[in-house]
């Protein structure tokens, strides 16, 4: 049972526009949220974190939104750049592990 | 770099065999997580050792097993091979188990493709 999803295989933006990624989970009681990028034959690389008494956090061109009532996050990538392409996963943490969504493949368009 | 070392990086090998791969964590990382990445899938976990305990389990196979030394490096351990097992299989460390104990840190990844 997948409990978090990201129901989006793939997006395509043009360079300078707003890329939104988004992710969905199941579980309440997940009280940390990360995001990761994946370059082709790399090991995914920590982009971004958010607790779960936070409903937002920036860092430079990156930030993530949490809606925990809605149960879903996002992550804002602005303004986008061709170097931004890449797979995004977007996970959750309760106190005994990490939890994957399936990628999201960013395609920005220079 | 993100400290984590994964051996071999490829790995050929043929229906049947059997195989072990390599991870050494980040230096003071005491867990190590276990990751498959098949073709156009996600990333599935299959198990996670705590100080050299097991302590979470994912979609393992049978046919898998991993252990983790008293140095903190891991292994996992791939038996009776099938194609199906082709795959990426990536290792995470991070300082505790999960929550605000910090991150995830992954290893390039071992690409093992069977015959």
């Known amino acids: 049972d997948q409990q978090v999803k990201q129901n989006s295989p793939s997006l395509s933006v043009q360079e300078g526009r707003i890329s939104i990624l988004n992710c969905d989970y199941t579980n309440s009681m997940f009280d940390y949220f990360l995001w990761y990028k994946k370059y082709p034959a790399e090991g995914p690389t920590f982009l971004i974190s958010i607790s779960s008494i936070k409903d937002k956090n920036e860092d430079g061109r990156f930030t993530v939104f949490l809606n925990k009532s809605a149960k879903h996050l996002s992550l804002h990538i602005v303004p986008s750049q061709p170097g931004d392409s890449a797979v995004y996963f977007c996970a959750a943490s309760d106190l005994n592990q990490f939890y994957f969504g399936t990628g999201t493949s960013l395609t920005v368009i220079p | 770099d993100s400290g984590v070392t994964q051996t071999p990086k490829h790995l050929i090998t043929a229906t049947g065999q059997r195989v072990t791969l390599r991870c050494s964590p980040r230096?003071?990382?005491?867990?190590v997580y276990w990751y498959q990445q098949s073709l156009d899938q996600g990333l599935q976990f299959l198990i996670q050792?705590?100080?050299?305990?097991?302590?979470a389990k994912g979609n393992i196979l049978e046919r898998f097993s991993a252990q983790q030394f008293p140095d903190l490096h891991s292994e996992l351990n791939l038996s009776s091979l099938e194609l199906g097992d082709s795959a990426l299989y990536f290792c995470?460390?991070?300082?505790?188990?999960?929550?605000?104990?910090?991150?995830?840190?992954f290893g390039e990844g071992s690409r093992l493709t069977v015959l």
């Open positions: 230096s003071g990382d005491l867990s």
């Open positions: 050792y705590y100080n050299g305990e097991e302590r």
């Open positions: 995470a460390s991070s300082a505790g188990t999960g929550g605000w104990d910090g991150e995830l840190f």
